[in-house]
T-cell receptor, first 115, second 118 residues
Framework: DTGVSQDPRHKITKRGQNVTFRCDPI?????LYWYRQTLGQGPEFLTY????????KSRLLSDRFSAERPKGSFSTLEIQRTEQGDSAMYLC?????????????FGQGTRLTVV | AQSVAQPEDQVNVAEGNPLTVKCTYS??????LFWYVQYPNRGLQFLLK????DNLVKGSYGFEAEFNKSQTSFHLKKPSALVSDSALYFC????????????????WGLGTSLAVNP
C-alpha cells in the first residue's frame, strides 16, 4: 500500500497520560499536514511541515501538543497530559512538491479516546 | 479570511435519482476548491477540484461539480445516485495567498451527510 499510513488506528488512554501518533506520508511527498476532526465537524488544521521544517502551527495546538518530522519523512504528533477534550480523530495528509494546487492525500486517521 | 459553508447537514435521495450537495465559499482572490468524501471510520478521499478553466469539473465515481463565480458556489452533483454513495461529503477551499506556494492547508466546511435510499 503506497498511501498515507497512520498508526495506531485507535487509541484509548486515561486522562493525564501522554500519547504519540505516527504518520508515514507517500514517499515522494514533501508536504505533511496534521488535522483534527471531532464528531459533526470538518477537519481543523493543526500543523504543517515542508520537509523537516514545521512552517505553521495552529493556535488550536496548545503547549501540550508537539509535532516532529525529523528526517523529512514520517511525522509524529505527541499529546502530553491528555484531556477529555482531546478526544477526536487525528488525520494526517501529504502532498507532493510539484504543481501549484495538487490535492492532499489523507491517511485513515487515528481515533483517540480519552477516558 | 477564507471560509466554506455547507448549508445542509443531511441530504436524502432515492437510488437512481440525481443528487446535489451544496457548497458556498468566501475567498479573497481566485478560489481553489475541493470536494472530499469520508466513509465511516475512514480518512478523507479526494473527489475533485476546481483550480481554473471549465466551470464543470468531473471527478471520481461519477461525481462532478459546478463552479459558479457569481453565486460563489461549488455544488457537488451526480446524475444517478447509488446506495454506496452514502457517506459524509466535505467541501474545502485552499487557505492563504495563492502565490505563496508553500502552505496549502485547507479550510473545511462542516460536512453534509448523504443518505441514498434503495
Amino acid at each position: 500500500d503506497t498511501g498515507v499510513s497512520q498508526d495506531p488506528r485507535h487509541k484509548i488512554t486515561k486522562r493525564g497520560q501522554n500519547v504519540t501518533f505516527r504518520c508515514d506520508p507517500i514517499s515522494e511527498h514533501n508536504r505533511l499536514y496534521w488535522y483534527r476532526q471531532t464528531l459533526g465537524q470538518g477537519p481543523e488544521f493543526l500543523t504543517y511541515f515542508q520537509n523537516e521544517a514545521q512552517l505553521e502551527k495552529s493556535r488550536l495546538l496548545s503547549d501540550r501538543f508537539s509535532a516532529e518530522r525529523p528526517k523529512g519523512s514520517f511525522s509524529t504528533l505527541e499529546i502530553q497530559r491528555t484531556e477529555q477534550g482531546d478526544s477526536a480523530m487525528y488525520l494526517c495528509a501529504s502532498s507532493p512538491p510539484w504543481g501549484t494546487n495538487t490535492e492532499a492525500f489523507f491517511g485513515q486517521g487515528t481515533r483517540l479516546t480519552v477516558v | 479570511a477564507q471560509s466554506v459553508a455547507q448549508p445542509e447537514d443531511q441530504v436524502n435521495v432515492a437510488e437512481g435519482n440525481p443528487l446535489t450537495v451544496k457548497c458556498t465559499y468566501s475567498v479573497s482572490g481566485n478560489p481553489y476548491l475541493f470536494w472530499y468524501v469520508q466513509y465511516p471510520n475512514r480518512g478523507l478521499q479526494f473527489l475533485l477540484k476546481y483550480i481554473t478553466g471549465d466551470n464543470l469539473v468531473k471527478g471520481s465515481y461519477g461525481f462532478e461539480a459546478e463552479f459558479n463565480k457569481s453565486q460563489t458556489s461549488f455544488h457537488l452533483k451526480k446524475p444517478s445516485a447509488l446506495v454506496s454513495d452514502s457517506a459524509l461529503y466535505f467541501c474545502a477551499v485552499r487557505d492563504g495567498p495563492h502565490n505563496a506556494g508553500n502552505n496549502r492547508k485547507l479550510i473545511w466546511g462542516l460536512g453534509t451527510s448523504l443518505a441514498v435510499n434503495p
